[in-house]
């Protein structure tokens, strides 16, 4: 028989469980709650370093920006960057611009620069990309600008950071992701849009194993390319970020299809002990050729939204 002390008892005993059960059942809802709304490890890299610096897309040869948008569409789909402006450039030099970019974003803008002439070559790029630069800072007052450049639109970003890089009427350069640059020479493959006569014919200098660095990162054969970006390597802006990207597809040729290792990895000699930081990144197999690293290879565009707006 049960007294009335110990109902009591029982009743207490009762009334102490589920106190501890819902604090039991409290404390796990918190931790899982907790646990859910915590970032990844690269979430919360992207979110502690989010920049909000203009990012600007330069195409290269046979290209435009179609070759631009699967990278720009990504990093705006994960949260890093934000529409901003369609610069594009007429054939006798005009800058139109399309778009909005804010005074203060909360992402990076992005401005996405299309040439007239896809083939144009990576001289008349630079010249309109000073001008690109100098609108940017008069009438969108762009401080400070990172930059992506692919092929020739590597090489257009170098040539113009040499000459100009430090122009008060221009903003200042901070990161430049430089994917397949061909800093001493293309592959002579014979192409149906590869010049035949002219100037430009003569970019198309490099032969498949050819040419190799040598101990001091210099190439073995100087092209006039080359040449012209070793005369000018100390106006080169010397607090600028570089992430040299290049690809090998594997096949025998040392190359992408395009551009050899050699040519690319030549850009080390000349600003490595330039800048504030050079980071060399190579990728192979068959999403390594010329024209997929940018478009089509996701390896090679999380590695750039990650140097861009991930930690250093």
Do not use: C
Not at 27 to 52: C, E, G, I, V, W
Not at 119 to 134: D, Q, S, T, W
Not at 180 to 186: H, L, R, T
């Amino acid at each position: 028989m049960i007294t009335k002390r110990n109902k009591r008892l029982i009743a207490w005993t009762m009334a102490i469980g589920a106190i501890v059960v819902i604090l039991v059942l409290g404390m796990f809802m918190y931790l899982s709650k907790n646990s859910l709304d915590r970032p990844t490890s690269q979430q919360k890299t992207t979110a502690t370093n989010h920049s909000t610096t203009p990012v600007l897309f330069v195409h290269g040869w046979g290209a435009g920006l179609h070759s631009q948008m699967p990278l720009a569409k990504k990093a705006i789909r994960q949260g890093v960057a934000q529409k901003g402006l369609y610069v594009y450039v007429g054939p006798s030099g005009q800058v139109v611009m399309y778009g909005h970019l804010p005074r203060h974003p909360k992402k990076s803008p992005e401005i996405l620069v299309k040439f007239p002439n896809a083939y144009m070559g990576e001289f008349k790029e630079a010249a309109a990309l000073h001008k690109v630069l100098i609108m940017l800072k008069r009438h969108y007052h762009v401080t400070q600008y990172n930059a992506i450049g692919h092929s020739m639109g590597a090489y257009a970003l170098t040539i113009q950071s040499e000459r100009d890089g430090n122009s008060p009427q221009l903003p200042r350069v901070n990161k430049l992701v430089l994917i397949a640059g061909p800093y001493d020479g293309i592959l002579n493959r014979h192409k149906w849009d590869q010049p035949t006569s002219g100037a430009l014919s003569r970019l198309w200098d490099d032969r498949a194993g050819q040419n190799h660095l040598l101990r001091n990162g210099q190439p073995k054969i100087k092209h006039p390319e080359y040449q012209l970006l070793m005369k000018h390597r100390r106006q080169f802006p010397r607090q600028a970020h570089i992430l040299n990207i290049y690809g090998n597809v594997e096949n025998g040729t040392n190359s992408d299809g395009t551009v050899t290792v050699t040519s690319a990895l030549s850009l080390g000699s000349i600003l490595k002990d330039q800048v504030a930081s050079y980071q060399v990144r190579g990728f192979h197999g068959r999403l390594a050729k010329h024209p997929y690293l940018e478009s089509k290879n996701h390896r090679v565009q999380q590695t750039i939204i990650n140097y861009l707006w991930g930690a250093k």
